[in-house]
């Protein structure tokens, strides 16, 4: 994989957010020239900042992706060669509070990058990426398929579920008779790390008390989600992208990048992991929910299993130990740049 990012010129929009910054610094490792398009960060603290990942960059931008004038003249300007298209509004709890903002962010930035791809003169490889929640939940245990129904009763979810159709409205309009094209969308599970300050998260809230010296809330305690370190997700578009310039069958797809059905742990089994790091903390259960939350959440990854050749490094112990090691470094004062770069290094040790 390292030979093929070498000295590609790749775009991630989204940026300065969790993902986008992991994501930018993985890539510049790999020897990529990163260029990065999103807003500034939304919490005073934030990995993109205390991670140093501005001085990677090739160019570093700042503005709002529904400028459609704006997104197309500074695409043309990078020229790149592959995007990753991750800016969005990403929090279920804040598309309750501003759904109109939600909407038009998700939904309207990404078709802004399709009309752009589709008039683009290069060769391009495009990963959108979407959430495990675009599905209609129906809280099955089986783990989601890639050809499931897709829906969401927030509008975030909503909204994910109406790019995923966007996406493919555009592959088959346009892109699959465009050889210069090669596009899928990724869709990740709940992804924790270091430099996640998101609210309403669980280790985010975990974090903000513990810094206060406040009992952690959480909701849901037996609710299950697909956890795995922000690595694991990244490292499935990585891979998705290498492959989709050669291989067809890949071209127009959609894959889901997550545990196995077996690795699920609820909210509750998360904390008491966490604790062991941060023993002085205490948490209680509380009943306020403003806003809908399903119980149960599983990706079915066999499609990039097959596919891709992809599966998760890391096991639980490995996910709590990477991301409470970046928190005690953060709260040591130490570099967080040379130890979130120290830890991609360790995980592409990590043997499947």
């Not at 993902?19 to 790999?30: D, I, M, R, V």
């Not at 005690?328 to 979130?340: C, G, Q």
């Amino acid at each position: 994989m390292k030979n093929f990012y070498k000295n590609k010129k790749v775009l991630v929009t989204g940026h300065t957010g969790f993902k986008g910054s992991w994501l930018s610094l993985y890539l510049n490792l790999l020897g990529s020239k990163v260029y990065g398009i999103s807003l500034k960060p939304k919490y005073k603290n934030n990995n993109f900042e205390l991670s140093k990942v501005k001085k990677i960059l090739k160019k570093n931008y700042i503005f709002d992706l529904r400028d459609k004038k704006k997104f197309e003249t500074t695409f043309n300007e990078i020229e790149p060669d592959i995007i990753f298209h991750l800016a969005a509004q990403p929090l279920v709890g804040d598309s309750y509070k501003n759904p109109y903002l939600t909407w038009t962010s998700n939904l309207l930035s990404t078709l802004h990058l399709c009309e752009i791809i589709k008039v683009y003169k290069k060769k391009i490889i495009c990963v959108v990426i979407t959430s495990d929640k675009c599905y209609e939940n129906l809280e099955l245990t089986r783990g989601y398929k890639e050809e499931d129904r897709l829906g969401g009763k927030d509008p975030y979810s909503a909204s994910k579920g109406s790019v995923e159709l966007l996406c493919k409205s555009y592959y088959h309009s346009f892109f699959q008779y465009n050889s210069n094209i090669k596009f899928a969308t990724a869709r990740a599970g709940n992804v924790i790390g270091g430099g996640d300050w998101s609210k309403d998260r669980l280790i985010p809230d975990v974090i903000n008390s513990i810094q206060k010296n406040k009992i952690v809330e959480i909701r849901n305690p037996k609710s299950t989600r697909p956890w795995q370190h922000v690595l694991e997700p990244l490292n499935g578009y990585l891979c998705l992208a290498s492959k989709l310039k050669k291989n067809k069958r890949l071209n127009g797809e959609s894959f889901n990048f997550g545990p196995g059905n077996s690795k699920n742990y609820n909210v509750e089994s998360i904390i008491k992991f966490f604790k062991k790091f941060f023993p002085n903390f205490n948490y209680k259960v509380v009943n306020e929910n403003n806003f809908h939350e399903s119980n149960l959440l599983k990706l079915n990854c066999e499609k990039s299993k097959k596919l891709l050749n992809w599966k998760q490094k890391m096991n639980i112990s490995d996910t709590i130990d990477f991301t409470a090691g970046w928190y005690k470094n953060y709260f040591d004062k130490k570099d967080n740049f040379e130890f979130t770069i120290n830890q991609i290094k360790k995980y592409l040790r990590i043997k499947k």
